[in-house]
């Protein structure tokens, strides 16, 4: 299902037709190559000092003993429609810079654009990514055993979208709610705040 962004301005429409999607094909996996793309993509975020502070930890739904974990990590809200994704992806930042091992400001600023990076190659590649904060940091830190030095900032499901003529009513219902932003002119500013 498309949902394309309604612009007061002309974007790209790459940008334009992300959108975070709750239903998914379950069925669906994703094969190794694209799963590399979605990598590759973040990969070429840029970032300060070219720190390239973000680290991902894959879960697949074919390897399912740690995909029910990771699952489990999720809030239920998260699970009910995840469940349904073909792949989960834990972005990691890392609080210091790799060459001096100061603190690195930047480092969760930085990874949110490789973040965002997947998000658009999943959709170039025709699935679609949402991206999640309801998460147990907790649970999801010693499922992969993540070093505290980084970050667990978002669980990114990849998946292919499900058909909306098989959407359930309750899918009907989320799906097709409209997509809001803030006014083109309340979030800039020219010269002063
Ligand atoms: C960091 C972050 C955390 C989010 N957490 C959740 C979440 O836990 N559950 C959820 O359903 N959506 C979550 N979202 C998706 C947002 O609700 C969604 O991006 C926003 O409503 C805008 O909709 P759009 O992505 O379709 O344009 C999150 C998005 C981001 C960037």
């Not at 699970?79 to 792949?87: E, L, R, T």
Request: proline share 5%; charged share 20%; net charge negative.
């Amino acid at each position: 299902m498309q949902k394309p962004a309604t612009t007061e301005v002309p974007i790209d429409q790459l940008i334009s037709n992300r959108w975070s999607p709750r239903a998914f094909n379950s069925e669906f996996v994703i094969d190794k190559k694209s799963i590399l793309s979605l990598f590759e993509a973040a990969r070429w975020a840029p970032s300060c000092y070219g720190d390239q502070p973000w680290k991902f930890i894959l879960f697949q739904k074919e390897d399912i003993t740690p995909w029910v974990s990771a699952l489990n990590c999720l809030s239920v809200g998260n699970q009910n429609w995840a469940m349904d994704a073909s792949i989960l992806i834990v972005v990691c930042a890392n609080k210091l810079f790799a060459h001096n091992n100061e603190p690195n400001r930047w480092s969760q600023y930085d990874t949110g654009a490789s973040a965002e990076n997947i998000c658009l190659q999943a959709l170039s590649l025709g699935f679609a990514a949402h991206q999640m904060g309801g998460f147990d940091e907790i649970k999801i830190r010693n499922l992969s055993n993540i070093p505290e030095q980084f970050d667990i900032l978002s669980v990114i499901a990849v998946g292919k979208p499900l058909d909306e003529g098989v959407f359930s009513q309750e899918q009907k219902d989320r799906e097709l709610l409209p997509r809001k932003r803030k006014l083109l002119n309340d979030i800039y500013s020219n010269n002063k705040w």
